[in-house]
């Protein structure tokens, strides 16, 4: 009890005894093995971007170098089978998608025209919102609207896309139909406006940051002048943010093309290459839900399946990459917050 | 004196306008959510009971419940989330603690994650089932039981896996984020009293950010649960007679099972109730969730936010 | 007074150290003896390098990207960046106490017990007895043996800083590095910091980097002026404060600029 401090205490002699240069050693070995497990898993990230490109490339792949086997050319798949026009002997040449016949025709083109008709649809129909929104939570709105606003939007964003599909089909077909009167309940509209409630919270997210990191220097400029909050949101803050507002529709757009379920649910899923958007359609990602689990392994189709794969995941990569970086030099140059 | 500059009233109206359209967009994107919301409470909430979430479909899915469905989500993501947090963690820590902001490494680990979290859910499935299902199953097959399929086929592991991949993002991204929370004079402490960096790391850094690592791993069975295009061809199945019980069985699911009984089913009409009510399940699972996940998530931003200043 | 000064033998001591971040160079050859048993202040203008060299000592500036160093520092006579000297080892053996008191998020019994366990001590009985001595001699064992378990940052500023001392002395470093320690606390608060310092230089050599010339004064028996990164003059407490040699030092012990 009465030990005074002067003398050295028993007990601190402990920490000079332990810390041996033996546990010191093992200390350090524990030191570098862990530093090649963190590693090792960072790098597992980077790996699983090349493996998801190399395998799913890989089952693609044979299709295009494959010699056409005599008598079976038409069966073969070719560059100019995938794009170009299937001819008839009796009618005009057509774009026909029709894995699934005597004859497979593996036409890109009715895919890639109902790809874009649905996310231009749902880019036309949840952009405008989601960035007048974004506008709205940033600029304007008092304290309770973002409070509202926000709660929503995260919401919405973590409702399964499998349910927004139901909900396109089930709801918001029949609603469409008794409105446009329109012959076919799924279509290219329908498909397109589940998948827009799908891509507003991404779009309206980006957006709301980019606005926000617009520097409170830029608006108090503005006010100084005299102009009131519109003309200084419309002219100065929204100006300033409008990179990242389109990186913010090239996210959603991005998200659009990939979507599977919706449009598997509510489009119709008719290969068809007109133009109406009430006419039913059949998308890329759709094809590939809907076909995988019925074809041949190593056949053609599975291959040509794999290979709208590939052009999905190259245009997602080449969107998300415009839009990261876009998002990134704005934040730079405008240098807000970090 | 006159001004050149008009006076201001002349405007006004414009920005009113504006303002109202802005406001209006936010509305319907609110009352879009409550449409979405009302029609599956209403619908969902009457054949809602503890029958139907333990009892297994019957009557060609015309009756019965979701109980297989709800096991197999659970287990489905429970599979998932022992994959995707320690590798979704430990690549946060490189990231955060290890690498140079700077380095070429770092910038392409971070580069990988961006666009992980954008590469198509469908695409996950192709993978899945190109890479787990054919490559790694059909090569345990190869090798340990000579080509007799025992792994080489979807299942509930193989789903699980693909899922993990697709949930990685979510996970790095929140864990970052809490370890970022985490302040520099705690790591300084630490090392001044003679830590090493993992004692640093595990003992102090870790336990401080648990709050956001837990945010991150239900932000991730969140959105595991409720995606269907990755697991239609690596495991979930329209209907099983019994409960999976090992990893290469296959599995129903609750976001699968939506989209069988609303695409599937030959008589509609008959099952609109089961549909609803197990869309109910699956909506309230996740909104559940996320919201857990918002809840911790503001309480360590807010802890954050001192620190900021 | 001065002769005790002399009379210890030298336990830390900078030989021509050049620190440099990325292309700014901090610190200009400095060559500069802190001796056993006694609290060595370090003051001078903010941005002069005195926390730079502060950091230098238990080789905290090892984890700033982008660090450079010429020149060397021995500790007892040995090269601290000598291929063989664990940096680990030598941070036990340097304790340092931060500007603003960092305790961890644990209780105040862990808070304490971190170094010791980290170093590999693990008897229960061991630790108890290395707690309670430690708070001793941070004056705070009275103040908290009845809530060991309570969580650090229940205590008041001042507390908190005392056990970041014993958090410190926990694991038996020799030489104390304290940068601005009662900075951040209110006059009563900083006394019993300043006692403490009293009390701990009977064991352990002190590095005090301190912006308040009166606690320079009151604490430090040799005081080194640094400037724009460079030891300026160096001497016996009272000296420096009475008699600078140096008209810059002067300046800034008058309070002309700083």
Sequence with gaps: ?338 | ?309 | MDAGAEATPVKVSARDLDVFYGATQALHGITLDARANRVTALIGPSGCGKSTFLRSINRMNDLIAGMRRQGTILLDGRDIHDPDVDVVDLRRRVGMVFQRSNPFPKSIYENVAYGPRIHGVSDRTTLDEIVRTTLEQAALWDEVKDRLGASALSLSGGQQQRLCIARALAVEPEVLLMDEPASALDPLATARIEELIHELKERYTILIVTHNMQQAARVSDTTAYFYMGRLVEMGPTAQIFTNPSKQETEDYITGRFG
């Design chain 1, 1 to 338: 009890m009465n030990e005074s401090t002067a003398a050295r205490p028993r007990a601190l002699d402990a920490v000079a005894a332990a810390s041996s240069e033996s546990r010191r050693r093992a200390a350090r070995r524990a030191e570098s093995l862990f530093g090649a497990v963190v590693r090792t898993a960072a790098f597992a990230a980077i790996l699983v971007i090349v493996l998801i490109f190399v395998f799913v490339g890989r089952e693609a792949l044979p299709l295009l170098w494959q010699d056409a086997t005599p008598g079976h050319e038409s069966e073969t798949v070719t560059w100019s089978s995938l794009a170009g026009p299937t001819t008839y002997p009796d009618r005009p040449p057509r774009h026909v998608w029709q894995p699934v016949s005597t004859v497979p025709k593996y036409n890109l083109a009715p895919l890639v025209v109902g790809t874009l008709k649905t996310t231009l649809v749902a880019i036309l129909f949840a952009g405008p919102l989601a960035v007048l929104a974004a506008i709205l939570t940033s600029e304007f709105a008092p304290r309770w609207v973002s409070q509202v606003v926000k709660p929503t939007i995260e919401l919405l964003a973590g409702i399964p896309s499998v349910v927004l599909g139901f909900f396109a089909l089930m709801v918001l077909a029949t609603w469409l139909q008794q409105i446009l009167g329109v012959r076919y309940r799924l279509n290219a509209l329908t498909a397109g406006i589940g998948l827009g409630i799908a891509v507003i919270p991404i779009i309206y997210t980006v957006a709301e940051d980019a606005l926000a990191a617009v520097p409170r220097s830029y608006r108090e400029a503005s006010y100084a002048l005299g102009a009131s909050r519109w003309e200084t949101a419309v002219r100065i803050v929204v100006p300033a943010a409008l990179p990242g507002i389109f990186a913010g529709l090239a996210l959603g757009f991005g998200r659009a093309v990939g979507e599977t379920m919706i449009v598997l649910m509510a489009s119709g899923n008719a290969a068809l290459t007109t133009w109406p958007l009430t006419d039913s359609v059949r998308t890329l990602s759709a094809t590939i839900a809907a076909e995988l689990g019925e074809v041949v392994f190593g056949g053609p189709h599975y291959r040509v399946l794999f290979l709208l794969g590939v052009l999905l995941f190259l245009f997602t990569f080449a969107v998300n990459l415009a839009g990261e970086l876009t998002v990134r030099r704005l934040r730079e140059r405008l240098g807000g917050r970090a």
């Design chain 2, 1 to 309: 004196m006159s001004s050149r500059i008009p006076g201001r009233p002349a405007g006004a109206w414009k920005g009113h306008a504006f303002v109202a359209l802005c406001g209006a967009a936010a509305a319907i994107i609110v009352a879009m959510l409550a449409v979405i919301l009302f029609d599956v409470v209403r619908s969902g909430w009457a054949g809602l009971g503890w029958q139907f979430l333990v009892s297994a479909p019957s009557e060609g899915m015309r009756g019965g419940g979701v109980g297989p469905a709800i096991f197999g989500t659970f287990a489905l993501v429970l599979l998932m989330t022992i994959a995707v947090v320690p590798l979704g963690v430990l690549t946060a820590v490189y990231l955060f603690e290890y690498a140079r902001p700077d380095s070429g490494f770092a910038r392409a680990v971070n580069l990988a994650v961006s666009n992980l979290a954008g590469v198509p859910s469908i695409v996950f499935g192709l993978f899945g089932l190109g890479f787990f299902v054919r490559f790694v199953g059909g090569g345990i097959d190869r090798v340990f039981h000579g080509g007799e399929l025992a792994w080489g086929k979807p299942s509930i592991l193989w789903a699980a896996l693909t899922l993990a991949l697709l949930t990685l993002p979510v996970v790095i991204v929140t864990t970052g984020e809490a370890l970022r929370a985490v302040p520099v004079a705690a790591r300084e402490a630490s090392f001044a009293l003679g830590a090493t960096k993992w004692q640093t790391i595990s003992r102090v850094v870790l336990p401080q950010s648990l709050a956001g690592i837990l945010t991150g791993a239900i932000l991730a069975v969140s959105r595991g649960a409720g995606e269907v295009a990755p697991i239609m061809f690596t495991g979930a199945a329209y209907f099983l007679p019994k409960l999976p019980s090992r990893l290469t069985d296959q599995f129903m699911e609750l976001g699968y099972h939506v989209y069988v009984l609303s695409t599937q089913s030959p008589d509609i009409e008959a099952t609109k109730p089961i549909l609803y009510s197990t869309v109910l399940v699956l909506l309230f699972l996740t909104f559940l969730l996320n919201a857990t996940a918002i809840a911790i998530r503001a309480r360590f931003r807010a802890a954050l936010r001192p620190q900021d200043a």
